[in-house]
């Protein structure tokens, strides 16, 4: 069992600056993949995010491209997402979610359901 833990989130004017941190205990953490995740009242969630186990590889949905950058720290066990020009679209509960994985493909890993442990969210609330 992997735990992940989040946190981070709280409320923001439009074009501010968060930074989510995700926890993640109870295994090997660099035999992950890790994705961060969105989800708004009412939909889906949606990938924003994801990362190799040793972070040399990222990719990112074209929504936060240029405004993201997800980051991990394998000897702290925690994988990070920096958010820069937040926008009211933003808005949403974000996750992190784990996939044991050592390879790597790129433009892979965007569906919540291919992985296999969540986090419960933090809320990230941008005002307009």
Not at 31 to 43: N, T, V
Not at 75 to 94: F, G, H, I, R, W
Request: aromatic letters at 14%; proline letters at 2%.
């Amino acid at each position: 069992q992997v735990q992940l833990v989040e946190s981070g989130g709280g409320l923001v004017q439009a074009g501010g600056s968060l930074r989510l941190s995700c926890a993640a205990s109870g295994r090997t953490f660099s035999d992950y993949i890790m994705g961060w995740f969105r989800q708004a009242p009412g939909k889906e969630h949606d990938f924003v995010a994801v990362v190799n186990w040793s972070g040399t590889n990222t990719d990112y949905a074209d929504s936060v491209k240029g405004r993201f950058t997800i980051s991990r720290d394998n000897a702290k066990n925690t994988v990070t997402l920096q958010m820069y020009s937040l926008k009211p679209e933003d808005t949403a509960v974000y996750s992190c979610a784990a996939l044991r994985s050592k390879v790597y493909y790129r433009g892979s890993y965007s569906r919540w359901d291919e992985y296999d442990y969540w986090g419960q969210g933090t809320q990230v609330t941008v005002s307009s």
